[in-house]
């Protein structure tokens, strides 16, 4: 599915773990207009979680038997590839099947009019975004940051300290946008700490699931340095709320924030 589009102009970006120790990336975009995004793969259930939290509107190309029913179950504003009118998504010839499906905000946009959704909310970011500068001078140095999220996939970020911005790797390749070439950075990162486990399904293809109810243990890193949190989400559709180990809400830097979710067992 490398390289992706339009991850740079994405204000979060979820990744966790799916079938075969794989990742997927969730990336919620808000006020920018975004001529590609793509690959777009198929549903998983637990993302939903997170596009529900963030009031989201959930594009995806297909989903899982389990994916199908939480979207009737929640009631989920989605647009899905498979059952759209052909419009909306286009397969283009760079990427074979299935990654070669994309999209753009435009698009996705006019299909949401199109099914009467709401394009604005006022619900508030999960994040706390601040003005000043938040440096975590309490913390300890996070120049480099290496997340196992499974055998097959390990994200590395490296710290830019001229930019204040970290570029991402993954399987020791530094990742790039499909059109651009120019390197994917984030500004903040949050890691959190629950396990997945494996699905018994009709399909039997080792889907996931994933324990993200209760709170559990997780990091916050920006402008190199990193402390420990605490993040609690106590219902599905109800915003995950991140902390510091003093109880206080972490303050996080205006820019984008890649949030990987990895098993305890991780050695980050």
Same mark, same amino acid.
């Given at each position: 599915?490398w390289?992706?589009?339009?991850?740079?102009?994405?204000?979060?970006?979820?990744?966790?773990?799916?079938?075969?120790?794989?990742?997927?990336?969730?990336?919620l975009?808000?006020?920018?207009?975004?001529?590609?995004?793509?690959?777009?793969?198929?549903?998983?259930?637990?993302?939903?979680?997170?596009?529900?939290?963030?009031?989201?509107?959930?594009?995806?190309?297909?989903?899982?038997?389990?994916?199908?029913?939480?979207? =009737?179950?929640?009631?989920?504003?989605? +647009?899905?590839?498979?059952?759209? %009118?052909?419009?909306t998504?286009?397969? $283009?010839?760079d &990427?074979?099947?299935?990654?070669?499906?994309?999209?753009?905000?435009?698009?996705?946009?006019?299909?949401?009019?199109?099914?009467?959704y709401?394009t604005?909310s006022n619900?508030t970011?999960?994040?706390?975004y601040?003005?000043?500068?938040?440096?975590?001078?309490?913390?300890?140095?996070?120049?480099?940051?290496?997340?196992?999220?499974?055998?097959?996939?390990?994200?590395?970020?490296?710290?830019?300290?001229?930019?204040?911005?970290?570029?991402?790797?993954?399987?020791?390749?530094?990742?790039?946008?499909?059109?651009?070439? =120019?390197?994917?950075?984030?500004?903040? +990162?949050?890691?959190?700490?629950? %396990?997945?486990?494996?699905?018994?399904? $009709?399909?039997? &293809?080792?889907?996931?699931?994933?324990?993200?109810?209760?709170?559990?243990?997780?990091?916050?890193?920006?402008?190199?340095?990193?402390?420990?949190?605490?993040?609690?989400?106590?219902?599905?559709?109800?915003?995950?709320?991140?902390?510091?180990?003093?109880?206080?809400?972490?303050?996080?830097?205006?820019?984008?924030?890649?949030?990987?979710?990895?098993?305890?067992?991780?050695?980050?």
């Amino acid at each position: 599915a490398w390289p992706q589009a339009g991850l740079q102009k994405a204000y979060m970006i979820y990744e966790i773990i799916v079938e075969g120790g794989e990742t997927r990336l969730m990336a919620l975009f808000k006020g920018v207009d975004v001529e590609k995004i793509g690959p777009v793969r198929s549903a998983r259930h637990y993302f939903i979680d997170y596009a529900m939290e963030n009031d989201a509107i959930y594009a995806h190309f297909g989903e899982s038997p389990q994916a199908a029913s939480d979207l =009737k179950k929640f009631s989920i504003a989605d +647009i899905d590839g498979i059952a759209e %009118d052909g419009t909306t998504f286009k397969r $283009v010839r760079d &990427k074979y099947a299935p990654h070669n499906a994309v999209t753009s905000t435009e698009k996705l946009l006019k299909s949401a009019q199109n099914k009467k959704y709401r394009t604005t909310s006022n619900e508030t970011s999960v994040l706390n975004y601040v003005t000043d500068e938040v440096n975590l001078e309490e913390g300890q140095g996070a120049i480099s940051v290496t997340i196992p999220h499974s055998k097959l996939q390990t994200v590395k970020y490296e710290y830019d300290e001229e930019n204040k911005v970290y570029k991402r790797y993954a399987r020791k390749k530094e990742q790039k946008d499909w059109d651009t070439g =120019k390197t994917i950075t984030t500004k903040n +990162i949050i890691i959190t700490f629950c %396990d997945n486990y494996t699905l018994s399904d $009709v399909e039997n &293809k080792g889907r996931q699931g994933l324990k993200n109810i209760g709170t559990f243990d997780g990091y916050y890193i920006t402008n190199g340095n990193a402390i420990p949190i605490k993040c609690t989400k106590i219902a599905r559709g109800e915003q995950t709320i991140y902390k510091d180990l003093d109880g206080n809400e972490i303050k996080v830097n205006d820019g984008n924030t890649f949030i990987n979710i990895c098993p305890t067992s991780a050695e980050i």
